[in-house]
């Protein structure tokens, strides 16, 4: 067993949270900072695919997840005028779905409450301003003065890290020049699974989120110089971008798009830093390491998947230096590849919408390789 028994995380997030969950259960004291005063989760829904149930499996959380949210199987992909010509996803994994669609603000609850259940100390509204990093411990200043020494520190503070900026240097996201725009609705009751209309120049999706709603996804190419959008151009601009769909389910909730202040829209970036992934007792998970975008939907499942990694290899390994080692080398590969491929996709729509995808290029099936191999075991 590790030597590790104090562990500070930065950042309650999905990866924060789960990583909090899984060392408590191992006997761990858990100290999770958090840079906001309250938890007001950003975004709408989120799609997990199996292998983030799984993970959320491992926590024993993916039965209440699938409770309050809403499993489905395949996607149906569909031409803007809603014909479907295929479906995509992941296989099942044993007796979890392909996927499962559930608001962003349940999936938090969930976590927090089984954190706070395990006996997880949150210290709200502060992060990390001093980090003192040695070989067996480390000390931290917080922004609020107060001091701390810690076995390890778990950096989960998301693209921006502190964290990473702190102890690793400066790595900053790379925008993509696509971005997400999301909008929660009352679920039609014809939507029984995921479904994906493919545009001249853009796409969108409609995923049931709970048994009462759903919500929808649009993914656009906003322009090399990623403008801001202020918040009264935000309905009328979304509706503009789906005005080329005739998807009689699209058309039934264009004109419920009416609130600025539901539309969720984010410009899309990514962000991968090379091995290690750790710096004596400081160590990286989730978006402040390997930050993607949502073409495969597998963002919330890396950090997941990370957290169950990482704590099992604290709980069997004696030397935390080579359990941060093992980690790494765990992870690295899988979660490059579900980056790369994920803007090897938005790259390749990109192209489709200029009319200028090259011949023979098939984006359902890259898109399905990938997916293949997330649902083998980490």
Same mark, same amino acid.
């Given at each position: 067993m590790s030597t590790v028994r104090n562990v500070l995380i930065v950042g309650g997030g999905i990866g924060g949270l789960s990583s909090g969950i899984a060392l408590a259960r191992n006997g761990c004291s858990v100290t999770i900072a958090?840079?906001?005063?309250? /938890?007001?989760?950003? +975004?709408?829904g989120i799609i997990q695919p199996a292998n983030a149930l799984r993970a959320l499996d491992a926590l024993g959380l993916a039965d209440e997840a699938m409770r309050r949210g809403s499993p489905y199987g395949l996607v149906k992909m569909c031409?803007?005028? +809603?014909?479907?010509?295929?479906?995509?996803?992941?296989?099942?994994?044993?007796?979890?779905?392909?996927?499962?669609?559930?608001?962003?603000?349940?999936?938090?609850?969930?976590?927090?409450?089984? %954190?706070?259940?395990?006996g997880v100390v949150f210290k709200m509204g502060m992060s990390v301003a001093v980090i003192e990093n040695k070989a067996d411990e480390v000390g931290v200043q917080f922004t609020d003065g107060t001091t701390g020494t810690f076995d390890l520190l778990i950096g989960a503070d998301g693209v921006?890290?502190?964290?990473?900026?702190? *102890?690793?240097?400066?790595?900053?996201?790379r925008y993509t020049n696509e971005s997400v725009?999301?909008?929660? /609705?009352?679920?039609?009751?014809?939507?029984?699974?995921?479904? *994906? /209309? *493919?545009?001249?120049?853009?796409?969108?999706g409609l995923i049931p989120m709970t048994a009462d709603t759903m919500y929808m996804f649009l993914v656009t190419s906003e322009g090399e110089d990623n403008p801001f959008i202020p918040e009264e151009e935000l309905v009328p601009r979304m509706k503009a971008w789906l005005e080329e769909y005739s998807a009689p389910m699209v058309q039934k909730v264009i004109n419920e798009i009416t609130d600025p202040k539901k539309v969720v829209y984010r410009p899309l970036e990514v962000l991968f830093v090379p091995a290690p992934w750790y710096k004596n007792r400081v160590v990286l998970i989730g978006d402040s390491v390997h930050a993607?975008?949502?073409?495969?939907?597998?963002?919330?499942?890396? %950090?997941?998947?990370?957290?169950?990694?990482?704590?099992?290899?604290?709980?069997?390994?004696?030397?935390?230096?080579? %359990?941060?080692?093992? /980690?790494?080398?765990?992870?690295?590969?899988?979660c490059k590849m579900v980056v790369d491929v994920s803007v090897q996709v938005g790259e390749l729509e990109q192209l489709d919408w200029k009319g200028q995808l090259p011949e023979g290029i098939n984006i359902g099936a890259i898109m399905g390789k990938a997916l293949g191999e997330m649902m083998q075991p980490i």
């Open positions: 958090e840079l906001h005063q309250e /938890f007001n989760v950003y +975004g709408v031409t803007a005028a +809603g014909h479907v010509f295929t479906q995509v996803g992941v296989p099942p994994i044993g007796r979890l779905p392909s996927h499962n669609g559930i608001s962003r603000r349940i999936l938090h609850e969930i976590l927090y409450e089984e %954190a706070v259940k395990q921006y890290s502190k964290v990473r900026s702190l *102890m690793f240097g400066q790595y900053k996201p725009w999301r909008y929660p /609705f009352k679920r039609l009751p014809e939507l029984e699974t995921g479904y *994906m /209309f *493919m545009g001249k120049r853009s796409k969108v993607t975008i949502p073409q495969l939907g597998q963002g919330a499942g890396l %950090a997941l998947e990370d957290s169950i990694v990482l704590a099992e290899l604290l709980q069997k390994e004696n030397d935390v230096t080579v %359990a941060l080692q093992q /980690f790494t080398d765990r992870r690295i590969a899988r």
